[in-house]
């Protein structure tokens, strides 16, 4: 990934209420069911930091976050780099009312340091099919909380 790229964005429609989306986002026992499982800490507000290791054929990536920005039941946004590599990207989720029974939930990306190009998984479409997978795990959890 690089941030001559442009932006990476994947998006699902929900039928899951805004605030059951948002406790998805943003509440750590929430995210452990649909996005990763050994995320050990998470707070909603600016200035809280994440970092938690995932390891990948050999490889080791810390994942490391900070909350940047936060308006509550539309959207958060932190920062994403792993101190085992160059790299640094702003992800952002975005709930978007379309009517009063269905919303939209979007996922972006954006790279400002690229990413080392010869790994895997900093290959954009690695990245693309990583944000599609976790969407794709995001919708069926709500769906299934919903229904």
């Not at 994403?80 to 590599?85: A, G, L, R, T």
Request: glycine letters at 4%.
């Amino acid at each position: 990934m690089k941030k001559s790229d442009p932006p990476i964005s994947v998006s699902i429609i929900t039928q899951a209420p805004k605030a059951f989306i948002w406790k998805a986002l943003t509440d750590l026992d929430t995210m452990k069911a649909w996005y990763f499982s050994n995320i050990d800490q998470f707070k909603a507000e600016v200035g809280s930091k994440s970092s938690f290791l995932v390891e990948n054929e050999g490889r080791q990536f810390t994942h490391t976050w900070e909350v940047i920005e936060v308006t509550q039941e539309a959207s958060i946004t932190y920062t994403w780099n792993y101190p085992e590599y160059p790299g640094f990207a702003e992800v952002s989720f975005n709930i978007t009312v379309i009517d009063e029974h269905t919303n939209k939930v979007t996922v972006s990306l954006v790279v400002l340091e690229d990413y080392p190009q010869d790994i895997p998984e900093f290959k954009r479409e690695s990245c693309i099919g990583g944000w599609e997978y976790f969407m794709g795990r995001l919708n069926s959890f709500l769906n299934a909380q919903t229904t």
